[in-house]
């Protein structure tokens, strides 16, 4: 293919990469499958008739909506077969870092909601209520007619709404109770631990099959605080070692390492005050795209 042809279609889609890699990550709750995707439509797109195409961030955005679809199809068996709790891969930022527009910006609980819909009714409201696309575009995407695509996202956003905090904890206050967190764990201060937590608190550890984890999540603060005072006693033979505080899929959290070298993330939902859930990405292959440098 001449060099200038490929030099055209990057030059459209390139700018758009990042938008698109985003929507596919949404969709697949998996990074590396997110790039590759978004790699596949430039494929796409440099195979095109792009004189034809009048809105290329729209066209682009059906495209790999209609790649995700095809993935998901073959990828409900993986899941339903994976080894102990699955979460999406984990996305670190700086706590400093704006990252995404508020409106493009889903955190860990909402990757979560998205996981329990049906792959149409994820698919019209990321297209619909996160990337502006119209119904009248979302419907080709996803082979519905316009009133079904409303219909389907209509349903998605009551479960997403219902995930939404209603008083999303500030992002200092958040990275506060992180490093206290990660304190009082690793130095077995079960006292303070205890005021950290909410009496519902979950724990969820994925460590698909490559690690050790818990296997099924750890409900209530009686129960996660057992898992904690094992914990402690562990942390004082092996300690941890922090790499950096982060935003963790959108909450606060951290990144260490752990005793084997296990490269891990902790994630915390934090709600009025007190830590919700706690989410602990340990699979290695969830976690490879991650600098292990602090």
Not at 118 to 147: K, N, W, Y
Not at 210 to 217: N, S
Request: hydrophobic share 45%.
């Amino acid at each position: 293919m001449p060099p200038d042809v490929l030099e055209d279609a990057a030059a459209t889609f390139e700018p758009l990469r990042p938008r698109l890699t985003r929507l596919a990550y949404r969709m697949l709750g998996s990074v590396a499958d997110a790039e590759d995707v978004a790699q596949e439509a430039f494929l796409r797109w440099v195979m095109t008739d792009r004189a034809g195409v009048r809105d290329a961030a729209g066209f682009l955005l059906r495209v790999v909506t209609r790649l995700c679809l095809d993935q998901l199809k073959s990828a409900r068996h993986s899941r339903e077969s994976y080894i102990g709790p699955w979460l999406p891969d984990p996305v670190v930022q700086a706590p400093d870092d704006l990252g995404e527009d508020a409106a493009d910006a889903l955190t860990l609980p909402l990757m979560l909601a998205l996981e329990r819909l049906s792959p149409p009714e994820r698919a019209a409201f990321l297209l619909h209520d996160v990337f502006g696309l119209p119904f009248a575009e979302v419907a080709p995407a996803i082979g519905r007619e316009v009133a079904t695509c409303r219909q389907l996202a209509s349903r998605a956003r009551v479960h997403i709404q219902a995930a939404r905090p209603r008083f999303p904890v500030a992002r200092e206050e958040g990275m506060r109770l992180a490093a206290a967190f990660f304190t009082a764990s690793r130095e077995g201060d079960l006292a303070r631990l205890r005021t950290l937590l909410a009496e519902d608190v979950a724990a969820y550890a994925d460590g698909g099959g490559r690690v050790r984890a818990t296997l099924e999540p750890v409900l209530g603060i009686d129960a996660a605080m057992k898992l904690l005072a094992g914990l402690a006693r562990l942390f004082t033979r092996t300690p941890s070692r922090l790499l950096r505080y982060a935003l963790i899929s959108g909450l606060p959290g951290f990144v260490t390492v752990e005793q084997g070298g296990t490269l891990q993330t902790t994630a915390l939902d934090i709600r009025d005050g007190r830590i919700r859930a706690v989410y602990v990405t340990r699979n290695p292959d969830k976690l490879r795209h991650l600098a292990t440098s602090p």
